[in-house]
Nanobody, 124 residues
Framework: QVQLVESGGGLVQAGGSLRLPCAAS????????MGWFRQAPGKEREFVGG????????SYADSVKGRFTISRDNAKNTVYLQMNSLKSEDTAIYYC?????????????????WGQGTQVTVSS
């Protein structure tokens, strides 16, 4: 069983930045692709971005492309979501997820393990 713990959320002004770490309970090079999702009040959970097992491939939702960056540090068993130029519409609970497959998918159902989420609030 893999446990994922997100941190780094909080309140930030529009235009600001946050970095969300996601720490895994096992070696991340033993996990497949990892992804970040978010869920705003009254909305469905949506894909934000993902990174392949090797870390050589990333994918992002159009809404965050050019502003958000995903990276993984397998030595620290941690995946990061760097969020820049934040907008009020980025306000949501952000979830880290891991899947057994090596490639990125945008479908939440294809991820096997989830963190508890961390709240990000962007004030305008």
């Amino acid at each position: 069983q893999v446990q994922l713990v997100e941190s780094g959320g909080g309140l930030v002004q529009a235009g600001g930045s946050l970095r969300l770490p996601c720490a895994a309970s096992i070696r991340t090079d033993n996990i497949g692709a990892m992804g970040w999702f978010r869920q705003a009040p009254g909305k469905e959970r949506e894909f934000v971005g993902g990174i392949s097992r090797s870390g050589s491939s990333m994918s992002y939702a159009d809404s965050v492309k050019g502003r958000f960056t995903i990276s993984r540090d397998n030595a620290k068993n941690t995946v990061y979501l760097q969020m820049n130029s934040l907008k009020s519409e980025d306000t949501a609970i952000y979830y880290c997820a891991a899947r057994l497959g090596n490639t990125i998918t945008t479908t939440s159902g294809s991820y096997n393990y989830w963190g508890q989420g961390t709240q990000v609030t962007v004030s305008s």
